[in-house]
């Protein structure tokens, strides 16, 4: 059984978020970057699955800044393979070009599994896994929460609104989108990491032509608009009572 976990960066939203001068995407000069949360996720149970199934589990992530770091924190976590997809990925990859690039990668990969989180911090419209399924021709659920592996397919269970459960047996192989681990993730700690870094080798494999049409784009960008605000009332108990009812009189909901 080989398990693929797809892992992509995101903004850290520790950090204050700033416009660019075209207000269509954020000033990246000095954002911090992190492993997507969901995909963290992703990482925990595929390497839940490898502890009670002995499969192996490849970390696959798209050529960044720090993604080796990333790569090798995976390594350091109980993750057996490593590829950088290489190609000219700018920051804030859409999430076409990303799915089309891992589609492009992973033809030169043997899976019987895809994981990877629901979405991402940065996008939240959940379409990488989506759109993968449907590059590799492969069956797809997305708001996984729990999988189980037996002979050639897997059982997952998904999350409907209002916290409805539902289960699925799915074929494999096929494309899940995880949006929480049945446990939280683990740490790696720096010095299995700095081990990692020695012991594990880094493959690339070349994006290819990830060029699609993305078919949206961002028109403008902006921090949410407040209102005026509150007016604070001050006076004696009479007063305020009197500046309430012509409050309410000037709105038209007393006469």
Do not use: C
């Not at 000033?27 to 490898?50: G, M, T």
């Not at 047996?169 to 929480?180: D, H, K, S």
């Not at 990491?193 to 699609?212: C, H, I, K, N």
């Not at 605000?229 to 009812?245: D, F, H, N, P, T």
């Amino acid at each position: 059984m080989n398990i693929v976990v797809l892992l992509r960066q995101v903004p850290d939203l520790v950090e204050e978020l700033e416009l660019d001068e075209s207000g269509k995407d954020l000033n990246r000069d000095w954002l911090k970057y992190k492993i997507n949360e969901f995909d963290d996720h992703a990482l925990e149970e595929a390497l839940l699955l490898k502890e009670e199934s002995g499969a192996t589990v490849t970390a696959v992530a798209l050529e960044s800044e720090d993604i080796d770091k990333a790569l090798y924190t995976a390594a350091a976590k109980g993750a057996d393979r490593l590829i950088k997809v290489t190609g000219d990925f700018g920051p804030g990859v859409p999430a076409h070009v990303a799915a089309k690039a891992f589609a492009n990668a992973l033809q030169s990969v043997e899976y019987d599994l895809i994981l990877t989180g629901v979405q991402a911090v940065d996008e939240r419209d959940g379409q990488v896994a989506v759109l993968l399924a449907h590059y590799l021709d492969v069956p797809h659920v997305s708001v996984v929460t729990g999988v189980s592996l037996s002979d050639g397919a897997a059982t997952v269970q998904k999350e409907y609104a209002g916290g409805l459960m539902a289960e699925f047996e799915v074929r494999l192989p096929a494309v899940l989108g995880i949006q929480a681990a049945r446990q939280t993730p683990r740490y790696a700690p720096v010095s299995r990491v700095r081990q990692a870094m020695r012991s594990t080798e880094l493959e690339e494999v070349a994006a290819g032509d990830a060029a699609v049409p993305v078919g949206s784009a961002v028109e403008r960008m902006f921090k949410p608009e407040t209102g005026a605000g509150a007016e604070m009332l001050e006076g004696s108990a009479e007063e305020v009572a009197e500046k309430i009812v012509n409050i309410l009189k000037e709105r038209g909901i007393k006469k």
